[in-house]
């Protein structure tokens, strides 16, 4: 049961269970009576020094009154934690599977690109295109991991995803005419669906917060429990903390206030297509 290089989820996962202990004002002591464990043992979940096993862990929710949408989000996130999930089957660096196991159990993405289009919206053949120039060394599991991905975005209880694509995105040419012509297509029908927001930041807006780079930010019932996703070159960096976060929503806001209206970005993404 020991966790000595814990993950992400894991990380988060142990922050949220100390938050809601003290949102409670309970004890490591009386939470350990109620669950039945050493108080040694909530000290080391809590700081992810060790995996929360499923039946304390719904002692806890319980103790702690926990609504059942924010509990299932925290049990995912246990089970992910010992990593487990459907990307197991694939070939999937160490640093993603963690932004994975975040993604599955949150309920929105907030994301803003400058480069590619991001994966939740890629089509195959772009995937394909971009990882030949090196920016995967498994191209195949990629593309599959990716198709995955995309999977939340329908069906019950579906995520919801918001989007700034820098005007760049669509102007850079990735694969053939073909594979841009598809591409292109598919963000105009990706942006008709209700749970997807897509704005594209032009040209035309000149100087904006997000020249430093790219980020997501993931989403979850609990605000409380939101991350910063920062994407480096073969590893990432996660920024917990709540200033990051809201420092990051705030620029992430005031790029689609200066990013097109939905219409305009349709309208051009169809103007785009037609050209190629």
Known sequence: MGNS??????RQLARELKRLREARRLTQAKVSDYVGCPSTTISKI???????????LKLMLQLYRVDSTHAKT??????QAKERGWWSDYTVPKWFVEYIGLETAASGVWTYESEYVPGLLQTQSYTEAINSVGLSDNAEGSAAVRAARQ?????DAPLVLRTVLNEAVLR????????????LAALREAAARPNITLRILPFSAGAHPGMTGPFTLLRFSEEAMDVVF????GDAVYQEQPSDVKRHAAVFERLS???LSA???VSLLTEMEGQL
């Open 5 to 10: 290089n814990p993950t992400m989820p894991a």
């Open 46 to 56: 809590e700081t992810a020094e060790r995996n929360v096993p499923a039946p304390h």
């Open 74 to 79: 925290l049990m995912q996130l246990a089970d």
């Open 151 to 155: 999977r939340r975005l329908t069906g």
């Open 172 to 183: 850079r040419p990735v694969g053939s005419t073909t594979v841009m012509r598809e591409q």
């Open 230 to 233: 920062i994407e480096l070159r």
């Open 257 to 259: 206030d200066l990013a």
């Open 263 to 265: 219409d305009d970005t």
